[in-house]
C-alpha cells in the first residue's frame, strides 16, 4: 500500500532526475572520485510502486523486529527529498523482501541477495574507497547487510562476523555510545541513540557462541536507553536510564521505560549468560555455578531483577533441590511456556518473525527433547507435544530465514537420538558423564553462530580451529574488486531474460536472472550460445552466429543418483557436435536479446545474467 501519493510524486522526480542524468551520456569510464557509481545506482532499478510497497513492508515487519534504526516519518521526508543513499534503499529492499507477498518478486532469497550485493558494492564505491567521512546512514547499512549475511546460512557468514565489528568501529568513531550530539532535534538524537543499541543488540546476539566474544565494552556505553515509541515519534524529550544505572539495579518496577529498552535490557542479560557459559569467561570469581558468591548465581538473581523490570508476574516459592535437578526444572518450565507465547502470539496476529527468536526456539526445543524419553508417560506425551510446538514454530518462520532453517534440521537430528541425553533431565542423583562427542553436540546446539553457519550442524570432535571463521576466500566477497574498467559493463538499469511461456511486456522491470525451476535435476552450468552454421562447434567463441537475435542456451545438468552430467538445449539448436540438441521442457524460451558471457557460470537453480547497456 502506497501510504502518500505526494511522497510517490516527489520521489519520481528524484528517480527520473537521476535516471536521466544516469543514461544521457551512455556508458563511460566512471570517476573513482565522482558521487555515483553506475554499475550500482539505485534508480531504474525497480518500478515506483514496488519500492513504496516494500517499504511500507519494512516497517511492517522489519522495524523494531527488534532492531530499529528508523524515525519513520523523518526517513519518508528525506526519501522524498531524495537524501537517502542507494546503498540504504538497497539494504532496506533486501532486509524487507522476504516478506513481500508481491509475484513481481520470483525467488525472495536470491532477490534479497542481489539487493544485499548491490548495497555492499554501492558503499563500498561511494563510502569506503572513495576515503569519505561516515555517518549515521553508514552505520545503519553495514548493520543491515551484517544481519542479512549472519541470517543467510552457508557461505556469507564469515563475512557478517566481519561486517558487525565494522558497524561497531564505525559506530564508535561517530561517537554514538555517548550523549555526544545534545544540538540535533530530539528525533534525530534518539535515531542515534537507537541505531547505537541496535549495533550493541546485533553484538550481543551474534555473540552468543563459542570463540564469539562481544566487540562492545558495556562500560564504554554512557549514552541512555532508548524512550518509548510515542515519545519518539512525536519528537518529545524523555530522560531514561543509562545500562549502567541499569546494571546497578537502581529502577523501581514503577518506572516505564519503552519496549525497545526491555529488549535491550534482556540483551545485556542474556550476554552475562552467554559470556559465561559459552565464552567460559567469569566476571567475579571462579566459584562453582551452585556458590552463593558464583557468577551463575549472579546472574540468576539479574534474571528474578529482571522479571520484575518486566513485570511478569511469577509466584514466589522455595526450593531446595539439588542444583542440577533445580535446574533442569526451571529450563523445563521455561520451554513449556515459550512454546506457549510463540503460539499465543500467532493466534493473536502479530509479528514474531526475528531470526534470533529461531535460536531461542531451539534451545528451548532441546530442552524439551531430552524429556522425550521421560519414564513418565504423561510427561512424555507432553514433551512431544511441546517439542512439536517448537517445531513448527521453527518451520514456520524457517521460509523466511535461512539459517533458521538449518537449526530445524538440527533439532530434528537432536530429537532422533535424544535418549543418549534423557539422564541429564533424570531425578538420578548419579550422572555418568558424557562422551567428548555428546558434549560437542550439547555444544553445537546452545551456539548460536555455530547454528547459523550451515557447515557445522551438529557435527562431533570440533577442533579449535573449527570455532573461527574461515577467511581464505571471503576478503574479496567482504570488500569486492573495485575495477574501474569492469564497472561499466553493469549498468544502473537492468534488463532481464528469463524462460517462459509468454512475451514480457518491453517496459517490465525484473531482478536480471534466468528461471532455471523448470528442469529436476541439478544444473551445474550453463552456455547462452548464439546460432552457428550446421558443423560449428557450439561455443559463443566459435563461429559466425546466422543473426545477432537467434541464439540458444545450452545447460550442464548433473544427476545426483547416476553421478552423471547430462547436456541439454532449452531451445531449438545445434548441439555441440553439430546436430540438433535434446529437448526435455516442455516450455520454450522466446529470446529477443544477445547475450555476452565469457564463461560458464555455475549455479543451482538461478543464473544471474550481464549484457550490453546497449540492449537496454
Known amino acids: 500500500m502506497i501510504k502518500s501519493p505526494r511522497l510517490l510524486r516527489a520521489f519520481w522526480r528524484v528517480s527520473r532526475a537521476e535516471s536521466t542524468a544516469t543514461h544521457s551520456t551512455g556508458p563511460e569510464q566512471p570517476d573513482i572520485n565522482s558521487e555515483r557509481d553506475e554499475s550500482v545506482a539505485f534508480a531504474g532499478l525497480l518500478p515506483l510502486p514496488i519500492i513504496l510497497e516494500t517499504l511500507d513492508i519494512y ?14 516519518d523523518g526517513f519518508r521526508t528525506k526519501l522524498s527529498q531524495g537524501k537517502i543513499p542507494d546503498h540504504l534503499l538497497f539494504a532496506i529492499l533486501a532486509s524487507a523482501v522476504r516478506f513481500s507477498k508481491n509475484p ?72 554514538l555510545m555517548l550523549e555526544s550530539a545534545t544540538h540535533l532535534p530530539y528525533t534525530e538524537q534518539e535515531e542515534r541513540r537507537r541505531t547505537f543499541w541496535s549495533v550493541y543488540l546485533l553484538d550481543r546476539l551474534a555473540s552468543c557462541g563459542r570463540a564469539r566474544p562481544p566487540a562492545i565494552l558495556d562500560a564504554s556505553c554512557l549514552l541512555q536507553l532508548p524512550c518509548d515509541e510515542l515519545s519518539w515519534r512525536t519528537g518529545v524529550w524523555k530522560e531514561t536510564l543509562t545500562l549502567q544505572q541499569l546494571s546497578l539495579r537502581t529502577l523501581s518496577p514503577s518506572e516505564q521505560q519503552g519496549p ?33 558468591n558464583s557468577d551463575f548465581a549472579s546472574i540468576q538473581s539479574d534474571l528474578l531483577y529482571l522479571e520484575s523490570f518486566l513485570e511478569i508476574n511469577k509466584p514466589a516459592r522455595a526450593i531446595i533441590d539439588h542444583f542440577l535437578s533445580r535446574s533442569f526444572d526451571t529450563a523445563w518450565e521455561h ?42 508417560e504423561a510427561k512424555r506425551m507432553e514433551a512431544a507435544r511441546v517439542f512439536q510446538m517448537h517445531l513448527s514454530y ?21 530429537s532422533e537420538d535424544a535418549s543418549r541425553f534423557s539422564s541429564l533431565s533424570s531425578d538420578s542423583q548419579l550422572l555418568e558423564p558424557l562422551g567428548l562427542e555428546d558434549c560437542e553436540t550439547l555444544w553445537t546446539m546452545v551456539d548460536y553462530s555455530s547454528m547459523s553457519d550451515g557447515t557445522r550442524v551438529v557435527q562431533p570432535h570440533a577442533s ?72 560449428n562447434q557450439g561455443d559463443e567463441s566459435d563461429g559466425v552466429p546466422i543473426s545477432p537475435t537467434d541464439h540458444w542456451v545450452a545447460f550442464l545438468v548433473h544427476d545426483d543418483d547416476d553421478d552423471k552430467s547430462t547436456r541439454l ?40 545474467l550481464s549484457y550490453p547497456a546497449s540492449w537496454h
Open 104 to 175: 513481481f518478486f520470483d525467488d525472495l532469497f536470491e532477490t534479497a541477495l542481489f539487493y544485499s550485493n548491490k548495497s555492499w558494492q554501492s558503499i563500498v564505491s561511494s563510502c569506503f574507497s572513495a576515503n569519505k567521512v561516515a555517518d549515521l546512514m553508514t552505520v545503519q547499512t553495514v548493520t543491515l547487510l551484517a544481519i542479512l549475511d549472519y541470517t543467510a546460512g552457508r557461505g556469507r557468514h564469515g563475512s557478517a562476523w566481519v561486517k558487525i565489528g565494522l558497524a561497531v568501529r564505525i559506530a564508535q568513531d561517530l561517537r
Open 394 to 414: 521453527l518451520e514456520d518462520i524457517g521460509g523466511y530465514w535461512k539459517n533458521v532453517s538449518s537449526m530445524s534440521v538440527s533439532l530434528r537430528k537432536f
Open 464 to 535: 579449535d580451529s573449527d570455532l573461527w571463521i574461515d577467511t581464505n576466500a571471503n576478503w574479496q566477497d567482504i570488500f569486492g574488486v573495485i575495477d574501474a574498467s569492469s564497472s561499466t559493463t553493469q549498468p544502473a538499469y537492468n534488463s532481464t531474460l528469463r524462460a517462459a511461456n509468454y512475451v514480457q511486456p518491453g517496459d517490465a522491470f525484473f531482478p536480471n536472472h534466468f528461471d532455471a525451476s523448470g528442469i529436476n535435476n541439478r544444473v551445474v552450468a550453463i552456455h547462452i550460445c548464439a546460432y552457428l552454421n550446421p558443423g
Open 335 to 376: 520451554s513449556k511456556r515459550m512454546a506457549t507465547l510463540f503460539r499465543e502470539v500467532q493466534q493473536a496476529g502479530a509479528i514474531a518473525q526475528a531470526s534470533f527468536y529461531g535460536y531461542c526456539t531451539v534451545v528451548a526445543g532441546t530442552i524439551a527433547a531430552l524429556y522425550l524419553h521421560d519414564p513418565c
Open 59 to 72: 516497517f511492517t515487519w522489519c522495524h523494531n523486529q527488534p532492531y530499529s534504526f528508523f524515525h519513520e
Open 569 to 608: 538445449d532449452m531451445a531449438p539448436g545445434y548441439g555441440s557436435d553439430g546436430q540438433r540438441g535434446k529437448i526435455e521442457l516442455s516450455r520454450k524460451i522466446e529470446l529477443s536479446r544477445k547475450i555476452e558471457l565469457s564463461r560458464k557460470i555455475e549455479l543451482s537453480r538461478k543464473i544471474e
Open 260 to 292: 525497545f529498552s526491555h529488549v535491550v535490557t534482556m540483551a545485556y542479560t542474556l550476554s552475562r549468560g552467554a559470556q559465561y557459559m559459552l565464552q567460559q569467561f567469569n566476571m567475579r570469581s571462579q566459584d562453582p555455578p551452585w556458590d552463593a
